[in-house]
T-cell receptor, first 118, second 111 residues
Framework: DAGVIQSPRHEVTEMGQEVTLRCKPISGHDYLFWYRQTMMRGLELLIYFNNNVPIDDSGMPEDRFSAKMPNASFSTLKIQPSEPRDSAVYFCASSRNLGTSGGTDTQYFGPGTRLTVL | GQQVMQIPQYQHVQEGEDFTTYCNSSTTLSNIQWYKQRPGGHPVFLIQ?????EVKKQKRLTFQFGEAKKNSSLHITATQTTDVGTYFCAGPGGSARQLTFGSGTQLTVLP
């Protein structure tokens, strides 16, 4: 089975440019998460979707960040305009509601996009 | 959401030595998950603990959930170079499907 797919794997851009990160979740998973990982702040949840609907975007750092999920198999995270402090690894993860008693659904991470903003 | 604190931040061990990382919460956790991230890789699920005092083993890895469900540990016996990576604990976040990740423990195994 294919795992979570992310593209591009690496992105180098200049400050002020628009950046679009893409994610294809595992088929059948109804939750999709966007994370950002940096040395300073660790792994932070930015936003997550359930059945293509954004549920919690409180982790989105500012208005320069936006995320969409037009269908069950595709999501984008856009940064416009990008700044050097946005440099990080961005992970997409997906999960499926298994209704585990007392548990939280396992999240499956994609390989990540390493973003460098010069 | 609940916050989980993880220690130590870094650990260097000689191959063959044991390793333990600890995860603590100020509030009761309904469950805790553990993930491993290899250098340059992505977090990969290892295990989930749900019951008070639960102990689970995966080969050389032993996972424990405290009786009060406020702490957890991961112990690796006789480390190998393949154990290198960062180990994260994760507790439930602000909603039923979210996870809040600890800061991770970066393990280096010296040959």
């Amino acid at each position: 089975d294919a795992g979570v797919i992310q593209s591009p794997r690496h992105e180098v851009t200049e400050m002020g440019q628009e950046v679009t990160l893409r994610c294809k979740p595992i088929s059948g998973h109804d939750y999709l998460f966007w994370y950002r990982q940096t040395m300073m702040r660790g792994l932070e949840l930015l936003i997550y979707f359930n059945n293509n609907v954004p549920i919690d975007d409180s982790g989105m750092p500012e208005d320069r960040f936006s995320a969409k999920m037009p269908n069950a198999s595709f999501s984008t995270l856009k940064i416009q305009p990008s700044e050097p402090r946005d440099s990080a690894v961005y992970f997409c993860a997906s999960s499926r509601n298994l209704g585990t008693s007392g548990g939280t659904d396992t999240q499956y991470f994609g390989p990540g996009t390493r973003l460098t903003v010069l | 959401g609940q916050q989980v604190m993880q220690i130590p931040q870094y650990q260097h061990v000689q191959e063959g030595e044991d390793f333990t990382t600890y995860c603590n919460s100020s509030t009761t956790l309904s469950n805790i998950q553990w993930y491993k991230q290899r250098p340059g890789g992505h977090p990969v699920f290892l295990i989930q603990l749900v019951k008070s005092g639960e102990v689970k083993k995966q080969k050389r890895l032993t996972f424990q959930f405290g009786e009060a469900k406020k702490n957890s540990s991961l112990h690796i016996t006789a480390t190998q170079t393949t154990d290198v990576g960062t180990y994260f604990c994760a507790g439930p976040g602000g909603s039923a499907r979210q996870l809040t990740f600890g800061s991770g423990t970066q393990l280096t195994v010296l040959p």
